[in-house]
Structures are given as structure tokens and as C-alpha cells.
């Protein structure tokens, strides 16, 4: 158990609705990062927060958004859902800014699944 | 653009024989690496990193390879155990703020 707790874990949805995906960091983590892991890729990074701020983007479309709220948990926001969105997506946080030290934490992902 | 690359989608070992998983890398500013491993319904957890700075690091049957000039990173497991099997994702870092990951190789070791 790593301590970073995601809700829900498993979400079937169809094409153009919305829906929230809720990460709640280890205690006393400051840092959160969403990643998108679709069929035969890699993690992608998607966005941080730090201490409630973006601090990093990264191929993040348009129809997502995220944020972190001043108890440290994160939301990430998908809409007009594609079938192309089908995907694990996972959240990890870090007590630090920097993540190069493997201190970094991952939950056990919330996979969407788009009809 | 896949900056990290993991060439092999999967790979069977023999139990008590060696692992090794590649990465090949196309970013010179990446300054970090990380191995990240992966059991199903489980999220990535970090295994063995290394410096830019350093060639190899080790840390008891896993060692880390980095060859620059090469741009490669490998993964040695020795000796490999049923335990292992899982997926195993090489991660970059192009500056402490973000971790660029390859697709995952698939490992499995058989009895």
C-alpha cells in the first residue's frame, strides 16, 4: 500500500459525458502528478501540483483540467469524453518539488473505460 | 515524440538466470534514471535509479547501467526470481519536475 488512495477505481462512461477523477496524496505529501497510461503506452505525464499550485504541464488536452485543494487533494476533470480517453490513469505524490530521487509514490490508478 | 523507449514489450527468463530489460533514450538533458516496476491491479513502484554522473549503480540482485554516449539504460536482474515477473517501466528525468516514462517490458520468469 502506498498511501496514495484514488477513487474510483474502475468507471464506465460514454462518449461526451464528464467525469472526476479524486486522488488523495500520502500524508503529509505536498506534491501531486496525474499520469494517463493508454493501451501499449507508458505513463504519460500529464500535469503537476505542488502545495496547491500547477507547477507542471504536460501533454494534457484541452478537455482535461486538474487541481489541488487546500487539504492537498487532487481532481482530475475529463470532459466531452472520447473513446480515445479509455485509459488507467494514475496520481502520485512526493513530499518534494523534485522527483528524480524516486520518491515517488503512485496510487493504484482509476481505469476509464469510454463507450 | 517517445523520448524513452522501451524496444521490448516482453521478455521470459528461467528462473536463477539473468534478466536484462533495455531502454534507449533520446533526451541528452535528462539528468536522472529510474526504474519503476508494476504488479497487476498495482500502481508503478520505484525499484533502482541512477545519476547521470554515475555508470552503474547496484543494489543487491538489481544493478542499473547507464551508457551515455549510447544513450542506453539497462536493467540487470540476477538471479531472477518467480517474484519478478511484473511489468518494468525505465523513466527519465529532464529536470526534477516531471518523470518521462517508456512503454513497460513485460518480464515473466518461469519456474
Redesign the interface.
Known amino acids: 500500500d ?1 498511501g ?1 488512495t484514488q477513487t474510483p477505481k474502475h468507471l464506465i462512461t460514454a462518449t461526451g459525458q464528464r467525469v472526476t477523477l479524486r486522488c488523495s496524496p500520502r500524508s503529509g505529501d505536498l506534491s501531486v ?1 496525474w ?1 494517463q497510461q493508454s493501451l ?6 500529464l500535469i ?1 501540483y505542488y502545495n496547491g499550485e500547477e ?2 504541464k ?1 501533454n494534457i488536452l484541452e478537455r482535461f483540467s486538474a487541481q489541488q485543494f487546500p487539504d492537498l487533494h487532487s481532481e482530475l476533470n475529463l470532459s466531452s469524453l472520447e473513446l480515445g480517453d479509455s485509459a488507467l490513469y ?1 496520481c ?1 505524490s512526493s513530499v518534494r ?13 482509476s481505469r476509464l473505460t469510454v463507450l | 515524440d ?1 523520448q ?1 523507449k ?1 524496444n521490448s ?1 516482453s521478455l521470459s527468463v528461467q528462473e536463477g538466470r539473468i534478466s536484462i530489460l533495455n531502454c534507449d533514450y533520446t533526451n541528452s538533458m535528462f ?2 534514471f ?1 526504474w ?1 516496476k508494476k504488479y497487476p ?6 525499484l ?2 541512477i545519476s547521470s554522473i554515475k555508470d552503474k549503480n547496484e543494489d543487491g540482485r538489481f544493478t542499473v547501467f547507464l551508457n551515455k554516449s549510447a544513450k542506453h539504460l539497462s536493467l540487470h536482474i540476477v538471479p531472477s526470481q518467480p517474484g519478478d515477473s511484473a511489468v518494468y ?1 525505465c ?1 527519465a ?1 529532464p529536470g ?9 517490458t513485460r518480464l515473466t520468469i518461469n519456474p
Not at chain 1, 40 to 45: A, E, K, R, T
Not at chain 1, 97 to 109: D, I, M, P, Q
Request: proline share 4%; hydrophobic share 40%.
Open positions: 502506498s496514495v502528478y499520469y501499449d503506452q507508458g505513463l504519460q505525464f503537476q507547477r507542471a504536460g494514475f502520485a518539488l523534485a522527483v528524480n530521487t524516486g520518491e515517488l509514490f503512485f496510487g493504484e490508478g | 517517445q524513452v522501451q514489450p539528468d536522472y529510474l519503476y491491479a498495482e500502481g508503478p513502484t520505484f533502482i535509479s517501466f523513466a528525468s526534477a519536475q516531471k518523470l518521462v516514462f517508456g512503454q513497460g
